[in-house]
């Protein structure tokens, strides 16, 4: 399987733990395609539509630019590393500019210098 920066794919959570997404949700791949075409593995930052509040490190993104059923927020505090066996399917990707946004998030969440 080969997936791309800025693509979104619904993966398969179980079993998680604690404060741990679980069940099958969307999440965005983050990690480089150098990494995304070699590693078994991929980065990737949770997606969500149950987020009563946005914070400085959520990118909002609507249903018509991401492919998703709704409107959702991407939560750059919950980046994680999954084996690409939990992918399921593509439903969408990001334009350039929304990933401008993703990388800003990304670098507040981490406390990273921009």
């Not at 066996?85 to 993703?102: A, F, P």
């Amino acid at each position: 399987m080969t997936c791309k920066r800025g693509d979104i794919y619904l993966v398969d959570w179980s079993p998680g733990r604690g404060s741990e997404q679980t069940g099958i949700r969307p999440a965005l791949i983050i990690q480089n395609d150098l990494g995304n075409k070699f590693s078994p593995t991929v980065i990737v930052a949770t997606i969500s539509t149950k987020s009563k509040k946005a914070y400085p490190f959520h990118v909002i993104v609507n249903a018509e630019e991401s492919g998703l059923p709704e409107d959702s927020i991407i939560k750059l505090e919950q980046i994680m590393t999954i084996d690409k066996g939990r992918l399921i399917k593509k439903v969408g990707s990001l334009t350039d500019k929304k990933m401008e946004e993703v990388e800003v998030a990304i670098h507040r969440s981490l406390g990273l210098k921009l």
